[in-house]
């Protein structure tokens, strides 16, 4: 009996004393659903003896994230999620698209180019003239054997080929044989141009030299009586070409490529000679260098500030 009553009695108070000496603290999150879990701390402390009593202690930390915002936020609420965008106001004109309104002209196009990047070149020469028309001028015919067939080109210049000359390229596997052509255009007004070209054919080394020819133009002065107005040398290499004025009726006085630049170039009357070597693409040169070092009395007078009348005081 009084074994039962010890027993009793100690079962009671190791029931209060873990009852008093048990810590256990949880603090309830604002929202759950919103929070970060954590980890509860567990603090166990056993002993060897078997009187000793065992504390246990849980720690639970709330996260500093505030979400009141979505305490009342509904998603399946469609109310919330609908946008409106503010009115227009009356005078409110749309602007026009892209595709509307009519095309714009090549000239205002190569307006706005010019704006933006400058001033382009307009495929003219100094003197007005297409240097680029031999190249439009091409129409192709189709069928076996068919080649490319230019245009004789209709631009007042007439042309007249000099020289045609085989010309050949040591190359590793052999010689390439090409012809060089020089030709000379001009439209008999005071205006000529020597040029040469090099191809595979005859007909594409004349096309091409045409071409240089048109990039090449020069002025020729003269006087009422289609002569020079003064004497004049020039030289080209070792070509060297001597041009006088003549008298109504003498007619041009030249030979070989000084004969064809004259006559393209206009003049009526006019002795010419040619002085030193008988290359004619350096004798056609040296006419052009020649007629370039004249001028006319007016301009002279201009220059001197005096009267015209006054140079042959």
Request: glycine letters at 8%; a positive charge.
């Amino acid at each position: 009996m009084a074994t039962a009553s010890a027993t009793l009695s100690s079962l009671s108070s190791l029931s209060l004393h873990t009852a008093a000496n048990s810590r256990i603290s949880l603090s309830k999150p604002r929202n759950p659903f919103f929070t970060k879990p954590t980890k509860p701390s567990l603090h166990h402390s056993f002993s060897s003896h078997p009187t000793t009593t065992t504390t246990t202690t849980f720690t639970v930390k709330s996260s500093d994230i505030d979400t009141t915002f979505f305490d009342n936020f509904n998603p399946n609420d469609e109310t919330d999620t609908v946008f409106n965008p503010p009115e227009r106001p009356e005078d409110f004109i749309a602007p026009p698209s892209f595709d509307e309104g009519p095309m714009e002209t090549e000239e205002e196009i190569a307006t706005a180019y010019e704006e933006l990047y400058g001033p382009a070149y307009s495929g003219e020469s100094y003197l007005g003239n297409d240097i680029y028309v031999m190249d439009s001028k091409v129409q192709k015919k189709t069928g076996f054997g068919s080649k490319t067939k230019r245009e004789k080109v209709k631009d007042g210049f007439e042309e007249r080929v000099v020289q045609v000359r085989r010309v050949t390229k040591v190359v590793k596997g052999g010689k390439q044989l090409h012809f060089r052509a020089v030709v000379v255009v001009g439209d008999k007004q005071g205006q000529v141009g020597v040029g040469v070209g090099k191809a595979k054919e005859v007909v594409g080394a004349v096309q091409k030299s045409a071409i240089n020819a048109r990039r090449n133009i020069v002025s020729v002065p003269m006087t009422k009586y289609l002569t020079f107005p003064h004497r004049s040398e020039g030289d080209y290499g070792a070509a060297k070409v001597m041009l006088r004025p003549a008298s109504p009726g003498t007619g041009v006085i030249a030979g070989g490529a000084v004969r064809i630049v004259l006559e393209l170039a206009g003049v009526e009357n006019a002795l010419g000679k040619q002085l030193g070597s008988n290359n004619a693409l350096n004798n056609a040169r040296a006419t052009v260098v020649a007629v370039q070092q004249m001028r006319q009395f007016r301009d002279v007078a201009r220059e001197r500030g005096i009267p015209m009348e006054e140079l042959w005081k």
